[in-house]
C-alpha cells in the first residue's frame, strides 16, 4: 500500500516555527517532484512550496523568505520548515507527491491525510 504521511502540525504563536514531515511508503520505483499545499477554511487548497526531482524549488509569494522546503531523496520523505509564521498560515497542510510504482508505467498523484497548523495567540 502507497501511502504518504504527513507529521508536525500543530498550534503555536505568531513568529513561531513548525516543521513539517511528509514520508512516502510502499511500491515506490521514482518520486518526480513533492509538494505541500494548504487549505484554509472556505478557501480553496493552493501550493505552498514544491520541490522538483532534481531539487529545484518554487514557492507562494506570501511565504517566500519564511518557509523552505527540502528532501531526503534516499528516504524519501519532504519537509517544510516554516518560520515567522502568521495567523493567515493556519490551515490544513497536504502534502503532494508524484509516483512512479515498480508496478506502474507513469507518474501519479498522491496525497497525504493532511495535518492541522494554527498560528494563534
Known amino acids: 500500500q502507497v501511502q504518504l504521511v504527513e507529521s508536525g502540525g500543530g498550534l503555536v504563536q505568531p513568529g513561531g516555527s513548525l516543521r513539517l514531515s511528509c514520508a512516502a511508503s510502499g511500491s515506490i520505483r521514482s518520486i518526480n517532484a513533492m509538494g505541500w499545499y494548504r487549505q484554509a477554511p472556505g478557501k480553496q487548497r493552493e501550493l505552498v512550496a514544491r520541490?522538483?526531482?532534481?531539487?529545484?524549488?518554487s514557492y507562494e509569494d506570501s511565504v517566500k523568505g519564511r518557509f523552505t522546503i527540502s528532501r531526503n531523496y534516499a528516504q524519501n520523505t519532504a519537509f517544510l520548515q516554516m518560520t515567522s509564521l502568521k495567523p493567515e498560515d493556519t490551515a490544513v497542510y497536504y502534502c503532494h507527491a508524484g509516483l512512479l510504482l515498480y508496478d506502474g508505467y507513469r507518474y501519479e498523484d498522491y496525497w497525504g491525510q493532511g495535518t492541522q497548523v494554527t498560528v494563534s495567540s
Open positions: 520541490i522538483s526531482g532534481v531539487g529545484s524549488t
